[in-house]
Nanobody
Framework: VQLVESGGGLVQPGGSLRLSCDVSGFSFDDYAIAWFRQVPEKEREGVAVISSSDSGTEYADSVKGRFTISFDDTKRTVNLQMNSLKPEDTAVYYC?????????????????WGQGTQVTVSS
């Protein structure tokens, strides 16, 4: 079982990117999927989380109103739409699965992680 991220890249400030996380190999009845990001020498930050049961969401204050997390119609992919990107959004972004269907952004609760995808916001 693995999670596979895609969609990272280089974008100018104010631009948009959409990250995708393939969760099709994850077979669990109720769970949560979150996106985290990390820059060197800083702790991993949970930016958004979504519940599999009701698609409820929660966001870090730093991304509220700019990022949107969602399932696709099949619930095999979790997307992170990132708009109005800022240089401080530059990081490696990871998706992760929590076997509990709880909206939480503490990385210690997440048991399955993707390999990460780089997002760079720069002019």
């Amino acid at each position: 079982v693995q999670l596979v991220e895609s969609g990272g890249g280089l974008v100018q400030p104010g631009g948009s990117l959409r990250l995708s996380c393939d969760v099709s190999g994850f077979s669990f009845d109720d769970y949560a999927i979150a996106w985290f990001r990390q820059v060197p020498e800083k702790e991993r930050e949970g930016v958004a989380v979504i519940s599999s049961s009701d698609s409820g969401t929660e966001y870090a204050d730093s991304v509220k109103g700019r990022f949107t997390i969602s399932f696709d119609d099949t619930k095999r992919t979790v997307n992170l739409q990132m708009n109005s990107l800022k240089p401080e959004d530059t990081a490696v972004y990871y998706c992760a699965a929590d076997y509990a269907d709880v909206l939480r952004r503490d990385p210690t609760h997440y048991r399955l992680w993707g390999q990460g995808t780089q997002v760079t916001v720069s002019s």
